[in-house]
């Protein structure tokens, strides 16, 4: 039986002052969520997407919200998450003082927690925290840096998705294994192939130049196919 791959396409490779010409699309192309950026502008060099629009959103969509948080202060934000009415939340260990009280607080919402890693942050950092987290968020580049041609996927990404697989085997419950940071037509087959699941879709994928959205769907469900999937 074929794994299903989840599409979560990131907001802020859309085109930012025509969200919802650009909502609608991707609502079109049936992708299962979208990927929401909130970066507070010291976490990351970076600040796509203000509250304000991200509230806005909530109201012309009925796709699902992925949160990505990238900030100091994640309760602040994450708490405002809660309040807009999103899906799913993803802190960073890395400025998480107390992971496992975020956890709780996003779950008693019913709305499915996540922890993000940095590339260089092991895998021993959320082992802890496994077995109640709904997924795990790997960067497969600094965050906030995407808009960097420089900044290339990290050599050692595909080994860090198969160990996290082998970890999570044993679990009855295994959060999902999402993927983001040049998620690409080049290295998706060996994404999946290592156990990733939700791919974070970008510049390098779904938004692709010179081809358009509908083309690049298209194109990435035959991949996934390949890859032994299904989207």
């Known amino acids: 039986m074929k794994r299903k791959i989840l599409l979560s396409p990131s907001v802020m490779c859309a085109d930012l002052v025509d969200l919802r010409s650009s909502i609608k699309a991707l609502e ?7 990927h929401i950026d909130v970066i507070d502008g010291t ?3 970076a600040m796509p997407l203000g509250l304000d629009t991200i509230k806005r959103l ?6 699902d919200f992925d949160v990505h948080i990238m900030a100091r202060d994640n309760e602040f ?20 003082l107390h992971a496992d009280r975020l956890v709780n607080l ?6 499915k927690a996540g922890m993000a890693l940095n590339p260089a942050t092991p895998l ?33 990404a595909v080994e860090k998705v198969r160990q996290l697989a082998e970890r999570i085997k044993p679990l009855k419950k295994r959060p999902h294994i999402q993927v983001d940071g040049r998620v690409s ?27 358009s959205l509908a083309e ?6 035959a991949l996934i196919q390949q890859s032994g999937g299904h989207a």
Not at 106 to 111: A, P
């Open 185 to 211: 037509f080049a290295t998706i087959p060996e994404l999946i192939a290592a156990g990733a699941d939700d791919l974070v879709l970008g510049s390098t994928s779904l938004y692709r130049a010179g081809h």
């Open 58 to 63: 909530r109201d012309i969509t009925t796709l």
């Open 216 to 221: 690049n769907r298209q194109a990435l469900r």
């Open 124 to 156: 021993s950092a959320c082992e802890w925290l496994l077995p109640d987290l709904d997924n795990v968020l790997l960067m497969l580049i600094n965050p906030g840096y995407a808009d960097n041609p420089n900044e290339q996927q990290v050599s050692y």
């Open 43 to 45: 976490f990351s060099p």
């Open 77 to 96: 934000f994450v708490q405002k998450m809660l309040d807009i009415g999103v899906q799913r939340i993803s802190f960073h260990y890395e400025t998480a």
């Open 106 to 111: 996003i779950k008693r919402h019913g709305v």
């Open 28 to 34: 079109e192309a049936e992708v299962d969520a979208l």
